[in-house]
């Protein structure tokens, strides 16, 4: 995934499209993600920071983009995401990222585990979240078509080849219709989350679907 991450940072359409002062966003994946029996979560584009972010919190990360997209090798590339990981599910004592708390992070939510199995669980790096569109758009707009279709060919079909997901699970409409334009094994476990106001029902049917596929929770 190294160099899939590299093209992104790299890419001359994404680099125009990006804000002032912002970069473009490779996708996340787990260190414990295993291609063949993972799963990989698709939303729409990277979220603008929330302003009660601390200013800081932002700055690292950004700072981590710069360093892989100076320098792409294994060592920056973990080192980013490992970061993106603790800043999503809030490992740094910060605020997890609203899609983690929920729906996403609940797929892993499996109250049978031991109380140590269940935090693992709840942080899980077994999967990849990977985003159509590599770039924020000002103030979360919508994002042009001609970036979906860009990114579509240029970046998420590669990744998708490398990761070889057992399981795709889609969050928000712009994300399902994205991933209904690839041409998509039959025998890939599909999934599908609302953006917004997905139930707890919703989100325990679809993890039961993907246990009983065989899907790394």
């Given at each position: 995934m190294?160099?899939?991450?590299?093209?992104?940072?790299?890419?001359?359409y994404c680099c125009e499209q990006t804000l002032p002062g912002d970069q473009p966003q490779p996708g996340w994946v787990g260190r414990d993600y295993v291609p063949g029996r993972g799963v990989v979560v698709v939303l729409q584009n990277p979220a603008v920071a929330p302003t009660i972010y601390?200013?800081?919190?932002?700055?690292?990360?950004?700072?981590?983009?710069?360093?892989?997209?100076a320098d792409p090798n294994l060592k920056t590339y973990e080192h980013l995401m490992q970061l993106a990981f603790d800043d999503m599910t809030g490992g740094n004592?910060?605020?997890?990222?609203?899609?983690w708390t929920h729906p996403i992070g609940k797929l892993f939510d499996q109250p049978n585990r031991a109380a140590e199995e269940l935090r693992a669980a709840?942080?899980?790096s077994r999967l990849a979240w990977m985003n159509v569109v590599k770039f924020r758009?000002?103030?979360?707009s919508a994002v042009p078509p001609r970036a979906v279709h860009h990114s579509i060919n240029m970046h998420l079909r590669h990744?998708?080849?490398?990761?070889?997901?057992?399981?795709?699970?889609?969050i928000g409409s712009a994300a399902r219709k994205a991933l209904n334009e690839l041409s998509l094994s039959k025998n890939l476990v599909r999934g599908h989350l609302k953006l917004q106001g997905a139930s707890n029902a919703e989100v325990k049917t679809l993890q039961m679907l993907l246990h009983e596929s065989g899907v790394d929770l």
């Open positions: 190294v160099k899939a991450a590299a093209a992104v940072m790299h890419c001359e601390d200013p800081q919190r932002e700055s690292r990360f950004q700072e981590a983009l710069r360093g892989f997209s004592g910060v605020p997890s990222w609203p899609k709840q942080h899980c758009t000002a103030e979360n990744e998708l080849e490398v990761l070889r997901p057992k399981a795709l699970v889609s």
